[in-house]
C-alpha cells in the first residue's frame, strides 16, 4: 500500500510541475507580446501583473484544487505519455512516413524550381501541389484503416486541406466572409492588456476594400501579394523594435471596436491567444496572422474529431459535412462560424450517440456536455438556441430515475430562460434599432417588425416563398462550394447527392423506430430556417422588401448534419468493404474542395 500511495504522490507532483510550467510560459509569452506606449494608462500595467498572478498561481491551483479538473488533466498527461510511448514503440515505421512525406515534399520542390527557373518561387502553387501530393500518400498509408479510424482519417483530411488552403492562401483579410471584422475583434481582444495596435494590423484592415475589390476581380498577381505581405512585415519588425510611429492607442486605430465585450468574443479567444504567442516569439506579421488560423483550425478538428468519435455510426456522414469546402473556407479563416458548427455538431454527437447506445441510461456528464456546446455554439449566433429543442424529447427510459429526468428539464429551462434575458428581453426594451445599413438604403429594422405585426398573413406568404427558395435543390452550391469572396465552386450538387447517399449507407444494422426522433429534427429545422430568414428580413431587407437579402447558405451548416442523420433509414447491412467507402466519401470530397480551389484562386496566381 505505501508504495501505491508513494507512486500517486510522485505522479501528483509531477503533474503540478507540468501545469506550473506551463502557465509560467505562457504568461511569459503574453508580457513579451506587449509593447508599451508613452503615456499608458496605469490601469494596463495593472491589469498585467493581475493577469500575472492569476495565470501563474490562481489558476494553476484552482485547476488542480478540483478533482473533475484535476481528472482531466491526469487523463490529458497519461494520454500524451501513451502516444509518446507509441511513438517510441513505432520509431522506425515513422521515420520511414516522414521519409515518404519529406521525400514527396523536397522532389516536388525540386521539379517547380525547375519548372520556374528564373522567376520568383511560387510558394502558393507550391503549397498547393504539396497538400494533393500529401493527402494521396496520406489515403494509401491509411487505406485498411479508414472504417476503423474514421475520426483519424477526418482528422488528417481536415489538417491538410485546412493547411493547404491556409499556406497557398494571401495573409490579407478579404478572402473569407467579414474576416476583416472577425480579425479586428480577435486583435481586439490581445491588444486589451497594454491598449495598443501595430500599424501593420491597422493598415491591413483599411486596405481592406482594395484587397476585397481585387480577390472578387481576380486582378491580384503572386508578385503584388508577396510584396503587400512584405510591406505589413516591414512595419510589424519596427514595432517589434518599440517603434512609437509604427504603433497607435486603441482609441486612435481605426480598427478598435467597443463592442469587445459582446458575448460573441470568446469564438476569437483561440486565435487571440495563437496570436499573442506569436507576438511574443516576436514573429512576422504573416506568421502570426497564419498562427491565427492555424489554432482555429486545430481547434474545429480536435473538436469535430471528439464528436466523431463519440459516435456509434454516422461518422462519414459527419465527417464529409464537416470538411464540404464552405465548412473548411470557415475553418482555416477568421471567423465565428467555425466555432458554430463545430460545436452544434459536439453537441449533436452527444445527442445522437447517447441514443444509438439504447442500453445506457445517460450520465450526468453527456448531460452537462450536451448542454455546454449548444450553449457555447449560440453565443455568437443566438439563433441557433432553436437546436435545443430536440434535447426535450430525450426518451424515458434513457434517464436513470425521475429525479434525474427533472434536473434535465430543469437544464433545459434554464438555459432557454438565459438566452431570453440574454438576446431577447434587450431587444424588447431597446428595440430593433435600424438594423444592417449594408442590406441598402430602407433599411429600418424596428418598422419592418411594425409592418410584420400590423400584416402577418402578408409576411406569411412572403416567409414561405422565401423558404421554398432558400432551401431549394439548386441552391446547394451556396452551402456546400462557396468558398467566401473566392467564389463559388461547382459540383455542390454532387456533394449534396454524396450525402444524400452516405445518411442511407453510414447507419446501423439494427432496425429502430425513431419517429419521434425525425419529427423534433425537422420541425426544429424548419423552425430555424424560419427564425434566420425573418432575422435578415428584419435587419437586412427593406421595409416590405420582396426579396430577401442578406441570408447565405452557410447558415445552414450547423443544422445540416441533424437534419441528415434523421433522414437516414437503420437496418441496412453493407456487404462491401467499409474501407472503400470511407476513402471514396472522403476522397471525393477533398478532391471538388481542391478542383474548386485551384479553379477559384490557384489558377490566377
Known sequence: IGKNVLKKEVKWDRTVLIVEVCCIVLVGLLDLSLCWMDGMLAYHKVLVVLVNVVGIIIFPWLLLHFAWTRDAVEKALADLEQGWQKIRKDHQKIIK????????????????????????????????????????????????????????????????LGLTFILSSPRIVGVCWDDETHFVRTISIVSMFDSVKYEAENKLVEDFPQLNQQITDKTYSYESLREYSQTLDG??????????????????????????????????????????????????FAHVFLLGQISILLAYTMIIYYAIKRLRYGKILMSVIALLPTSMVLASSYSYDWWVIA??????????????????????????????????????????????LPLFFFPKEKFKDKRQRGVWYAFLIGGMAIIFFLFVLPVLHHGLGMGDTRGGEGINASEQLWW?????????????????????????????????????????????????????????????????????????????????????????????????????GRYLLPVLFPLAYSLGIDGISIKFDKNHMVMAALGLTSLVFLLDYYTLYISYL
Open 235 to 284: 512595419l510589424y519588425d519596427r514595432a517589434h523594435a518599440d517603434n512609437q510611429e509604427v504603433l497607435r492607442p486603441y482609441d486612435e486605430a481605426t480598427i478598435g471596436y467597443k463592442s469587445l465585450g459582446g458575448i460573441y468574443s470568446i469564438a476569437y479567444i483561440v486565435p487571440a491567444i495563437a496570436i499573442i504567442i506569436g507576438k511574443g516569439l516576436h514573429l512576422s
Open 452 to 552: 410584420i405585426l400590423q400584416l402577418p398573413g402578408s409576411y406569411l406568404q412572403k416567409l414561405i416563398g422565401f423558404m421554398a427558395g432558400y432551401l431549394g435543390f439548386n441552391v446547394a452550391p451556396l452551402y456546400t462550394t462557396n468558398m467566401g469572396y473566392l467564389g463559388q465552386g461547382d459540383y455542390g450538387i454532387l456533394l449534396l447527392i454524396l450525402i444524400a447517399v452516405i445518411l442511407y449507407l453510414d447507419r446501423g444494422e439494427e432496425k429502430r423506430k425513431v419517429t419521434w426522433l425525425r419529427i423534433s429534427q425537422w420541425v426544429t429545422f424548419l423552425i430555424l430556417v424560419a427564425v434566420i430568414v425573418t432575422v435578415f428580413y428584419l435587419v437586412y431587407t427593406p421595409v416590405g422588401g420582396q426579396v430577401l437579402q442578406g441570408c447565405q
Open 343 to 388: 460545436l452544434t455538431l459536439a453537441g449533436t454527437s452527444y445527442y445522437i450517440g447517447n441514443l444509438q447506445r439504447p442500453e445506457e441510461t445517460l450520465q450526468y456528464r453527456d448531460l452537462f456536455m450536451m448542454v455546454a456546446c449548444f450553449a457555447l455554439s449560440i453565443m455568437p449566433k443566438w439563433v441557433y438556441c432553436v437546436m435545443l
Open 97 to 160: 512516413y516522414a521519409a515518404y512525406y519529406v521525400g514527396l515534399w523536397l522532389g516536388l520542390g525540386v521539379i517547380v524550381r525547375i519548372a520556374t527557373h528564373g522567376t520568383v518561387f511560387p510558394w502558393g502553387k507550391y503549397y498547393f501541389f504539396a497538400g494533393c501530393a500529401s493527402l494521396i500518400l496520406t489515403f494509401w498509408l491509411m487505406r485498411r484503416q479508414m472504417a476503423e479510424k474514421t475520426e483519424g482519417a477526418f482528422a488528417v483530411t481536415a489538417l491538410i
